[in-house]
């Protein structure tokens, strides 16, 4: 299996420019999760999906965010309108299917640069 | 409320030293406890998980963690690190119920030669 697969790897946008990040999770997997690294906050959980359907959004920081599962292979992670403090590692992670309970497969992430 | 602490935020050791990272966690039912591992510019790669049985559990890269209920503790450990061990350290809890999982805030490891 591939993995769970982000894209873009890394992102530089201006102030104020809507930014997409996208993901595919493992295969048979029935979890996603978006997390948002930085240095100051550590590891933050944003918002988790089952069965395409957002469960907790908690994390969520504000309206400007927004995240979709449309199908089973694929999420997007919407920042609009972007702005410098979201500036962070996005990461997409996946789980469910035969996997042990609760581990979880990250993806590579997603370098955010808003200037 | 549940939650992880790592009190070391960053940790040097020599190669060939052993490792103790450690980790405490706060959670009212039995946990589902994981240590994950981040390299630069990577993801959070498992290392291993304990969910119940032998509280002594094996991991890869010849880690080993220890779950201690009486000390809420799960601390991570290695008897001999090698240089490429140089990363970040997330230890982690399982909620029941679902899938979410509450990380600790990390510790670095640098090893020095």
């Known amino acids: 299996d591939a993995g769970v697969i982000q894209s873009p790897r890394h992102e530089v946008t201006e102030m104020g420019q809507e930014v997409t990040l996208r993901c595919k999770p493992i295969?048979?997997?029935?979890?996603l999760f978006w997390y948002r690294q930085t240095m100051m906050r550590g590891l933050e959980l944003l918002i988790y999906f089952n069965n395409n359907v957002p469960i907790d959004d908690s994390g969520m920081p504000e309206d400007r965010f927004s995240a979709k599962m449309p199908n089973a292979s694929f999420s997007t992670l919407k920042i609009q309108p972007s702005e410098p403090r979201d500036s962070a590692v996005y990461f997409c992670?996946?789980?469910?299917?035969?996997?042990?309970?609760?581990?979880?497969?990250f993806g590579p992430g997603t370098r955010l640069t808003v200037l | 409320a549940q939650s992880v602490t790592q009190p070391d935020i960053h940790i040097t050791v020599s190669e060939g030293a052993s490792l103790e990272l450690r980790c405490n966690y706060s959670y009212g039912a039995t946990p589902y406890l994981f240590w994950y591992v981040q390299s630069p510019g990577q993801g959070l790669q498992l290392l291993l998980k304990?969910?119940?049985?032998?509280?002594l559990v094996q991991g890869i890269k010849g880690f080993e963690a220890e779950f201690k209920r009486s000390q809420s503790s799960f601390n991570l450990r290695k008897p001999s690190v090698h240089w490429s061990d140089a990363a970040e350290y997330f230890c982690?809890?399982?909620?029941?119920?679902?899938?979410?999982?509450?990380f600790g805030a990390g510790t670095r490891l640098f090893v020095k030669a």
């Open positions: 982690a809890v399982g909620l029941t119920g679902g899938f979410k999982t509450i």
């Open positions: 304990y969910f119940s049985g032998d509280t």
């Open positions: 992670a996946s789980s469910g299917g035969t996997v042990s309970y609760n581990e979880q497969f």
């Open positions: 295969s048979g997997h029935d979890y």
